[in-house]
């Protein structure tokens, strides 16, 4: 998927929303754990229930890894599908890859050509040789991690260096890379009022933004310095959505949630 499309679906249907499919089996509807897959079943459910709400899917793929093969096989199934059936959808695999070249070549292979996931997060903490194999891949996206929502995420990403936080060196550094205009980055909820200054360094560029409901990041505050003219986010929802019901009706009550949110984002764009 290039870029130009993914705002084409933006546009189209008036929303910036990932929901995140972070699957723990504890946590699905026990009438799911009758079929012979029931991690693809409720993802299944769910992506049918929201498809035409969300622009982008984000399977994390330690939900994924817990369960061994059958996990695995579970994230294939789940690709495939969107693949298949919604392939307007933006997908990303949230692997927080990012080891020696030769490593990520092999890394950028599983997730771009075995799964065909159009994106996937990675760490930037090896430099320049351990991303640049991710970005060489034509029309797939390498979202760097840059400011995380979580509670640590200040223990290094915050640290000065050169008289900047470290965040703004990565954010600088990454955009000198080969293959840069393939770059996205993770910038958390939790961290609203750090959008101004790091637009003024990625102005271009879609940042992936989670914490959005269950970590208490606000929507508003996120749209009011990070919004671009092609809007340039997308935000993501994991727990308050795929969460928001336990019961056979599930996926419906998923599919509220992502509305309320969809909405909240249909306002904004109709007023920035």
Same mark, same amino acid.
């Given at each position: 998927?290039?870029? @130009? ?12 929303? *990932? ?21 693809? +079943? ?37 690709? +495939? ?27 950028? @292979?599983?997730?771009?050509? =075995? ?22 891949? +034509? ?29 703004? +060196? ?50 508003? =505050?996120? *749209? ?47 007023? *920035?």
């Amino acid at each position: 998927m290039t870029k @130009k499309e993914l705002i084409y679906q933006i546009n189209k249907k008036k929303s910036f929303l *990932c929901i995140g499919l972070d699957v723990d089996i504890t946590k699905i509807p026990s009438h799911l754990l009758e079929f012979e897959d029931p991690i693809f +079943e409720f993802n299944k459910q769910i992506i049918d229930a929201t498809h035409h709400l969300a622009v982008a899917y984000k399977p994390n793929t330690a939900f994924y890894e817990a369960y061994g093969l059958k996990g695995w096989k579970s994230l294939e199934k789940t690709i +495939e599908y969107l693949n298949a059936n919604y392939p307007e959808i933006f997908t990303i695999a949230d692997a927080k890859r990012g080891d020696i070249g030769n490593t990520s070549t092999m890394y950028a @292979k599983a997730f771009f050509e =075995d799964l065909n996931f159009n994106s996937v997060t990675v760490a930037p903490y090896m430099g320049s040789d351990s991303v640049e194999p991710f970005l060489a891949f +034509e029309n797939k996206f390498t979202i760097l991690l840059a400011l995380t929502s979580n509670k640590g995420g200040l223990d290094f990403q915050g640290m000065k260096v050169n008289g900047n936080e470290l965040y703004k +060196e990565v954010l600088q550094k990454a955009l000198t890379w080969k293959n840069s205009t393939n770059l996205m980055f993770v910038v958390g909820a939790t961290k609203a009022s750090y959008f101004k200054s790091i637009r003024e360094i990625v102005p271009n560029h879609f940042l992936l933004v989670p914490g959005i409901g269950a970590q208490g990041g606000n929507l508003q =505050d996120v *749209c009011k310095y990070g919004l671009t003219k092609d809007v340039g986010l997308l935000i993501n929802s994991s727990r308050g959505i795929i969460y928001a019901g336990n019961d056979t009706d599930f996926a419906k009550k998923a599919a509220k949630k992502a509305k309320e949110l969809q909405q909240e984002m249909e306002h904004i764009l109709a007023n *920035c």
